[in-house]
């Protein structure tokens, strides 16, 4: 499939931030936020994602797949809690060796292997996977709809799909809305509410949870370690950078204590 350059350059800096969270700080962090190691960019937490596991009723020969998947939080997670069936897809290659090398050295029996592949062509037949799950994938994606319209592909009938995405507060003025669009993800803003693009793709929306509480004091807790761990995050980011990652998580914390940017969880069923 054909990208913009905006899109190429998104991948490549994501790329970059899957090998840079291997580095010990910041598995380190991430252990303390989140409560997992992997070396992840979503803002799920153990917790959350336990909660995912108990409503897509994973078990040993359901087939999961997790899009967007990057270095293998939560998909790898969720196949050795559940021990269900795991197929890990995401664009940046370096991602992916990471997640696969991990799964490897996990020893997970329901390991099935990893895709570099756009979500809006899935290189998987109809029907082939019970359920799907994404972390914070659709707010950094273009073709919204034609992602949910891959996923209700792939899916059996009656299969669900449980996806964490941020999305701009309801009834925004021209300008918070603008605001709020420069503070979060490259592609945040969307013309059409989930919930209408999920039923406009063969969805049926069967729970919608506001997590943005959570989001809070996720933010708020990385913004704390990230201001204890300032030597090493220094050497490793550099201080400029370094400067800028406690910036956007100051700039998280006002935005969501403001309303601007709320996060959402869906839980979906395949109609």
């Given amino acids: 499939m054909l990208r913009s350059a905006a899109e190429k350059e998104l991948q490549t800096r994501f790329a970059k ?32 994602v336990d909660h995912i596991a108990r409503k897509l009723a994973l078990r040993p020969g359901r087939r999961l797949m997790d899009l967007g998947a990057g270095s293998g939080w939560p998909g790898l997670y969720l196949a050795a809690l559940s021990g269900c069936d795991i197929t890990l897809v995401d664009l940046p290659a370096e991602g992916l060796a990471i997640a696969a090398a991990r799964a490897r050295a996990d020893r997970l029996p329901g390991f099935r292997g990893v895709a570099a592949a756009d979500g809006r062509a899935l290189p998987y037949g109809d029907k082939c996977f019970d359920a799907i799950t994404h ?64 039923r406009l793709t ?51 914390i006002a935005a969501v204590t403001e309303g601007i940017l709320r996060r959402e969880l869906y839980e979906l069923r395949a109609a």
């Fill in 17 to 48: 931030s899957y090998l840079r969270n291997q580095a010990p700080v910041m598995r380190r962090i991430e252990e303390s936020v989140c409560g997992c190691d992997y070396g992840g960019t979503s803002w799920s937490t153990r917790r959350e």
């Fill in 135 to 198: 972390s914070d994938v659709l707010c950094c994606s273009p073709g919204k709809q034609a992602v949910l319209a891959e996923c209700r592909r792939t899916v059996a009938d009656g299969g669900r799909m449980i996806f964490t995405v941020l999305v701009l507060g309801e009834g925004l003025s021209g300008q918070d809305r603008a605001r709020a669009a420069d503070l979060g993800p490259p592609y945040v803003t969307t013309e059409t509410e989930y919930a209408e693009m999920s």
């Fill in 202 to 252: 063969g969805w049926e929306t069967v729970g919608q949870t506001d997590l943005s509480a959570q989001f809070l004091d996720n933010a708020k807790a990385f913004l704390a370690a990230d201001r204890a761990n300032q030597t090493e995050l220094a050497a490793l980011l550099g201080r400029e950078d370094y400067g800028l990652r406690l910036e956007k998580d100051a700039d998280y």
